[in-house]
């Protein structure tokens, strides 16, 4: 197993390597995140940061390296563990039940952990859900279903949430209202792991900003460093 490093953190990755089939994914990953943050992982595409959230959440195959959460050790586990954990996985995709309405959407995930959000919360957060109650997933616009997406990992208890690319093709009166949820769930005490190409839209929320490349972590900014590492960071994304 790989070492450790004690940083107070909630989730630490350390030298993680990962595989789809053959093709090696992840080369030696290495991050962490602490309880209440929100870490962003920037990159372009198909730089592995995809990969960490689908290893994190035990969906891919991790050969060597380490996984450590809340002081547990996740590489070597699969995923219906994970999310017992108290991880909730929103995919880029989004995973809903397109032929399931919203409200049977809602009603499905199981609760993994004291605390889910209730339906009351969930309709304060996201109000076109409630007047969508009855609607297909079908018939859902693609902003409402990332608000669908989000609203049902809220529903489990989980705490801990990976977002991947969760403003992916979104208009941008959409993209302002997925941001105001996100802040405000930084403000009730989740805490966060998101992938983003949006970088505008992650400069605003996240604490810190994780560049991947190659399938590793290159360089990592505070958000009191942004100002002077936005250049960097956009040479970095090809911006």
């Not at 995140?33 to 929100?38: D, F, I, S």
């Not at 941008?172 to 941001?179: E, K, N």
């Amino acid at each position: 197993m790989s070492k450790l490093e004690n940083n107070g953190a909630i989730l630490t990755v350390a030298d993680l390597h990962a595989w789809y089939g053959e093709s090696k994914a992840l080369h030696g990953m290495n991050f962490h995140v602490k309880p209440g943050e929100l870490v962003t992982l920037l990159g372009r595409n198909g730089a592995g940061k995809t990969t960490a959230l689908r290893s994190i959440m035990g969906l891919v195959r991790r050969k060597s390296g380490a996984i450590r959460f809340a002081d547990e050790e996740l590489s070597h586990r699969p995923a219906e563990f994970i999310a017992r954990r108290g991880i909730a996985y929103c995919p880029e995709e989004r995973g809903i039940f397109a032929s399931l309405s919203v409200g049977e959407n809602l009603e499905l995930p199981p609760v993994i952990a004291t605390g889910g959000m209730p339906i009351d919360e969930i309709f304060a957060l996201f109000p076109n859900l409630k007047r969508r109650w009855s609607s297909q997933g079908t018939k859902l616009s693609g902003g409402e279903q990332q608000m669908l997406a989000i609203a049902r990992i809220l529903r489990t208890g989980a705490k801990f949430l990976l977002l991947d690319e969760p403003t992916e093709g979104l208009a941008p009166v959409i993209v302002q209202q997925i941001a105001a949820v996100i802040q405000r769930l930084k403000e009730q005490g989740y805490t966060l792991l998101m992938v983003e190409q949006n970088f505008r839209f992650a400069a605003k929320l996240a604490d810190r900003y994780c560049v991947v490349e190659h399938g590793r972590v290159v360089e990592t900014f505070r958000r009191d460093e942004l100002d002077a590492a936005t250049h960097k960071i956009e040479v970095y994304l090809g911006v």
